[in-house]
């Protein structure tokens, strides 16, 4: 289309994480119909998270522009690079080759993907010896060489880039004959995938063995607070774990709407990722779950409570309330350690805490099923 319409030389400039090599595609299709007009590709990946995407736009750590290393791609380079600078200081402008910049998306987010992997490996061993992964991963952070950041145990990452730019790495890494590099960055999804289910394992084994007919209550769908987006969120393999043994679950998130739960929890794993018209049109509702618009409708009646986004709301409830109107024993699941575990205690729920030392109602319990 854009052969079609261009009178006059191009700069086109990639910006979505796109598998590498792409811009050399869309490079070989304009010249294939390019009528005599220069085009020029460029990468210019982003890097803005969910919930501080306009804060990132205007303070970004870094802007990467690759290009090709010819004096028209320098050029191109350059004028993409002139627009960036009316707002952000040059040091932090990177130019580079058209593969650095793509493959520097990917590896951005392997990376971080990676240190949730870490630390979420050692939170399994800390509930083992009795350590608490908030103090191991504090002390680990302090180290200048490793930093503060995405240093917090959780029941796992979610969002639309992590696993699907990790399995782009993993591809890319077989198809360039590498597959020791693609086993090591596979191994960052495993680990993810085995946290949610060492979390479900732990519910069911501490509520009898089963949660068969018992309403759980889910605070939190989004794979992280202030978005209400529930892309490969953690919350959809804890919910379908948990139904799968017959568990009565009711939902809370306050960004999150019914009809995006329940599409979520019929979808097949990455269908969200096709477009609209190939997915299921109107999922069937899944009957053992309930949308709720309120954490006290959900917890009410409850069994046990998991709490599944960081949701601000979370840390402040009125958990006295809360416990009063559950069953008892009352359980308290945390995924994300918003909670005060000491203050729940006294209150008299049971409370689990990723990596956190366990409560003595839990360590006779099996951590995997």
């Known amino acids: 289309m854009i052969a079609d319409v261009s009178k006059s030389n191009k700069i086109v400039v990639e910006k979505s ?22 085009f020029q590709i ?5 890097f ?30 350059e004028a993409l ?48 010896t009795g350590a608490d992964v908030s103090q191991v991963s504090h002390a680990v952070g302090k180290d200048t060489r490793i ?49 949610k289910t060492r979390f479900v394992n732990r519910i069911v084994s501490s509520m009898f063995n089963t949660v068969s007919g018992k309403k759980i209550a889910i605070l939190g769908f989004a794979f992280k607070k202030d978005t209400g987006d529930t892309r490969e969120t953690p919350a959809i393999d804890v919910c379908k774990g948990l139904l799968g043994d017959k568990a009565l679950l009711s939902i809370y998130d306050p960004q999150v709407n019914e009809e995006q739960i329940q599409r979520d929890l019929a979808m097949k794993k990455f269908d969200w990722d096709h477009p609209v018209h190939l997915q299921p049109m109107s999922p069937t509702s899944i009957k053992q779950v309930n949308v709720v618009w309120d954490a006290y409708a959900a917890t009410k009646d409850a069994h046990g409570v ?3 986004t960081e949701w601000d ?53 099996p951590a995997v099923a």
């Not at 969910?50 to 010819?70: H, K, M, S, Y």
């Not at 580079?96 to 993907?113: R, V």
Request: net charge neutral; glycine share 6%; charged share 25%.
């Open 306 to 308: 998991c709490i599944l």
């Open 42 to 46: 460029l990468s210019n990946p982003e």
């Open 147 to 195: 930093g503060p950041k995405f240093l917090n145990a959780s029941v796992g990452f979610g969002g639309s880039c992590f696993q699907k730019d990790i399995l782009n790495l993993v591809y890319i890494c077989e198809c360039n004959g590498l597959p020791e590099v693609a086993n090591y960055w596979k191994q960052v999804i495993k680990i993810n995938d085995y946290q």
């Open 17 to 38: 994480t796109v598998p590498v090599k792409t811009a050399e595609a869309i490079e070989k299709i304009l010249n294939h119909n390019s009528k005599g007009i220069d």
């Open 81 to 128: 690079r002139d627009v960036y600078a009316h707002w952000v200081p040059v040091d932090r402008i990177i130019c580079t080759n058209l593969w650095s910049a793509e493959l520097s998306k990917l590896a951005a987010n392997a990376f971080l993907a990676q240190r949730i992997s870490s630390v979420n490996a050692m939170s399994a061993l800390c509930e083992a």
């Open 48 to 77: 803005l998270a969910e919930g501080t995407a306009i804060q990132d736009l205007f303070n970004p750590d870094r802007v990467l522009i690759g290009g090709r290393e010819t004096p028209e791609g320098q050029k191109a380079i």
């Open 313 to 365: 709301e979370f840390k402040t409830l009125d958990y006295q309330r809360i416990y009063d109107n559950m069953r008892k024993p009352a359980f308290v699941f945390d995924g994300r350690n918003v909670v005060d575990e000491a203050k729940l205690r006294a209150i008299g729920f049971i409370v689990y805490s990723i990596g956190k030392p366990l409560d003595q109602w839990l360590k006779d319990m």
